[in-house]
């Protein structure tokens, strides 16, 4: 369920135990704003989008912010709950402008414990996390312009999407949608049959999974795509 950043303070928070100090939804959200935007130099953010399951219990959010860059919005991915369920975790990617696909390439770096002063650990993992953001943002652009040159026919597209479908990487009904997009894409800059626009079938198709679901499974779309392209064209030395 989407949900507004003011919202957040009206979740019900867990007690704090021996054991466990729960971490506030919107104490994450201010430290990432704070951290990215102090670090971020040359970005401007410029939207947020938050979501909650289990009646607030998970949070997952992701934040963009805009350079020069035409295509794409840098973005940061971050997930907390109050049941724990979820490690506090945190990851860089993309958001296609034109269709507001999500795009993770980065690791997810997790906070490994919820004890002692939690908001000092936060901290560093905000800053690791936001220290390489730019350079993965770069990187990931490049990948992605390079996905373009590479020519991809309906059978090879149909043998893709089999093994996303057989690896777990994507739903029946995300798999019908990414079929559709492939065919009918509902974007005019998607329509070449490249491995581009095969990539953005997929992630236009994941976009209908619950947001906690996301980071992960959006993380494993890509390895998955950027290992196939490896395995069948790079190594081919057709491209």
Same mark, same amino acid.
């Given at each position: 369920?989407?949900?507004?950043?003011?919202?957040?303070?009206?979740?019900?928070?867990?007690?704090?135990?021996?054991?466990?100090?729960?971490?506030?939804?919107?104490?994450?959200?201010?430290?990432?704003?704070?951290?990215?935007?102090?670090?971020?130099?040359?970005?401007?953010?410029?939207?947020? $989008?938050?979501?909650?399951?289990?009646?607030? $219990?998970?949070?997952?959010?992701?934040?963009?912010?805009? $350079?020069?860059?035409?295509?794409?919005?840098?973005?940061?991915?971050?997930?907390?709950?109050?049941?724990?369920?979820?490690?506090?975790?945190?990851?860089?990617?993309?958001?296609?402008?034109?269709?507001? $696909?999500?795009?993770?390439?980065?690791?997810?770096?997790?906070?490994?414990?919820?004890?002692?002063?939690?908001?000092?650990?936060?901290?560093?993992?905000?800053?690791?996390?936001?220290?390489?953001?730019?350079?993965?943002?770069?990187?990931?652009?490049?990948?992605?312009?390079?996905?373009?040159?590479?020519?991809?026919?309906?059978?090879?597209?149909?043998?893709?999407?089999?093994?996303?479908?057989?690896?777990?990487?994507?739903?029946?009904?995300?798999?019908?949608?990414?079929?559709?997009?492939?065919?009918?894409?509902?974007?005019?800059?998607?329509?070449?049959?490249?491995?581009?626009?095969?990539?953005?079938?997929?992630?236009?198709?994941?976009?209908?999974?619950?947001?906690?679901?996301?980071?992960?499974?959006?993380?494993?779309?890509?390895?998955?795509?950027?290992?196939?392209?490896?395995?069948?064209?790079?190594?081919?030395?057709?491209?």
């Amino acid at each position: 369920m989407l949900i507004r950043f003011s919202d957040l303070a009206g979740i019900p928070f867990p007690e704090k135990t021996l054991s466990y100090v729960p971490l506030p939804h919107q104490d994450l959200v201010n430290t990432i704003k704070t951290t990215s935007c102090q670090m971020l130099g040359d970005y401007e953010m410029i939207k947020e $989008n938050y979501s909650i399951a289990k009646d607030g $219990n998970q949070l997952f959010g992701t934040i963009a912010f805009r $350079n020069s860059n035409t295509e794409r919005l840098l973005n940061i991915g971050f997930r907390n709950s109050y049941d724990k369920s979820l490690s506090v975790g945190l990851l860089s990617g993309a958001e296609v402008i034109v269709c507001s $696909n999500l795009e993770f390439s980065g690791d997810i770096v997790l906070m490994r414990k919820h004890t002692g002063n939690i908001l000092e650990d936060l901290e560093i993992l905000i800053f690791k996390v936001v220290k390489n953001a730019v350079n993965n943002f770069k990187k990931h652009i490049r990948i992605m312009e390079s996905l373009k040159n590479y020519p991809v026919t309906d059978e090879q597209a149909y043998r893709i999407m089999g093994s996303l479908y057989g690896n777990n990487l994507i739903r029946p009904n995300s798999l019908s949608t990414m079929m559709d997009q492939w065919k009918s894409p509902s974007f005019d800059e998607f329509k070449a049959k490249t491995m581009y626009n095969l990539y953005n079938a997929g992630t236009f198709a994941l976009n209908e999974l619950p947001p906690i679901m996301q980071m992960r499974t959006q993380k494993r779309f890509h390895d998955k795509m950027i290992g196939i392209v490896d395995a069948e064209w790079a190594e081919s030395g057709t491209v």
